[in-house]
């Protein structure tokens, strides 16, 4: 099952490292975008694989404090990686349009989806 899941991660990264390059994105945008692209799809299998029983928005509407704050402190950091000056030139990253995260993330949750089918198959 791991070894699906990151397979399905991967894909996903590559596909949208491909349509960034088509785009003619720059090489630090489309690292970007590969970047952002993993660390959603690593808080995404941090929450679903929370739980074999419980889908992912249960397990999200679960009071979870730890959970919060794992979530906002990737977000945060990621935030701060990708925006201010210093760090983006020291992991050779490029800020990203906001139009991006709405693909990015999409596109992630999808490659991750196909686990909650296979839990309800499971469960059943």
């Known amino acids: 099952i791991i070894v699906l899941q990151g397979l399905g991660i ?3 990264t590559f596909a949208l490292s491909v349509v960034a ?12 975008v590969a970047f952002t692209s993993l660390v959603l799809a690593n808080l ?24 919060g704050i794992v979530i906002a402190s990737a977000i945060t950091c990621l935030a701060a990686i990708l925006y201010i000056p210093f760090l ?30 296979f839990k309800l198959l499971k469960k059943g």
């Open 10 to 12: 991967l894909l996903a």
């Open 21 to 32: 390059t088509k785009s003619g994105r720059s090489d630090l945008e489309v690292r970007s």
């Open 44 to 67: 995404l299998l941090i929450i679903v694989n929370l739980s074999w029983r419980k889908n992912i928005f249960r397990i999200l509407s679960s009071a979870n404090r730890a959970l």
């Open 88 to 117: 983006s030139d020291l992991f050779h990253l490029a800020p990203l349009r906001i139009s991006d995260f709405f693909l990015i993330a999409p596109v992630m949750f999808v490659s991750i989806l196909w686990f909650e089918g």
